[in-house]
């Protein structure tokens, strides 16, 4: 049982579970000269100075811009980081949720997978990761690393609620639901097939003690220790 922390303007997270602490990373996007960057959008204008789409953008271009805008003005001049950037400072001490952007319906490159995938085991980081994504991902992570964990996520569009059926079509170990695309039935459904139950996501103490109560096993939020506290008043609850 688990929570996650999401912080948007460079995607780390914290998590803890009554096993382990650990952290996560949300999403992840490529320049166009082929380097993996941490940023919650595949656009530049919501989360930075710039404009137009990130795949446009070099990694030169893409450090030149300032991501703290519209943050605490202790964020302003933030700049965005690659992948090995995070791998560098926490590698083997955190559990990372990598989520990796893909349009639907689009080919996933497997040149792009095998940097990402190089770049984990260059870092001793096989056992401390899932790759979470839709099924244009899955597929390309099952050709160029299969020996990666799995997590299937719910496409904001389409279809979430056969997001278990997708998860075993690609052998994944874990789902990732998306309120309130999910019921109990899902959820058992899951477990019953020997997958772990994410959810994005809550920040609402009384909310994640329903959603553990339903049988989910790791929450998403933006607060982590609100959270944190609500899941201590539930396992002592659930110990008497």
Known sequence: ???????????LASDVSNKMLGGGLEQWE?????VPVSIHDCTLDRVSNGTGS???KTLVELKQLNFGIGCDASMDGLKIATFEEILRAFARHTIMNIHI?????????RSFMKTIAD????????NYVYLMGIPAVHEAALEVCPWLPRCMGADYDREKMQ???RAKAYQCSKVQFF???FDQNLINYAHDNGIHCNCFSSDDGNEAQLLWHMGIDTILTNTFFQIFRAR?????????
């Open 232 to 240: 201590e008043e539930f396992f002592r609850w659930h110990k008497k």
């Open 163 to 165: 997001i278990v059926d």
């Open 30 to 34: 490529g320049s166009s000269d082929g």
């Open 101 to 109: 952007y893909s349009v639907w319906g689009e080919h996933f490159s």
């Open 119 to 126: 770049l984990i085991h260059r870092y001793d980081c096989d």
């Open 1 to 11: 049982m688990r929570s996650d922390r999401i912080w948007d303007f460079c995607a």
């Open 179 to 181: 309120k309130p695309f």
């Open 54 to 56: 990130v795949r446009e």
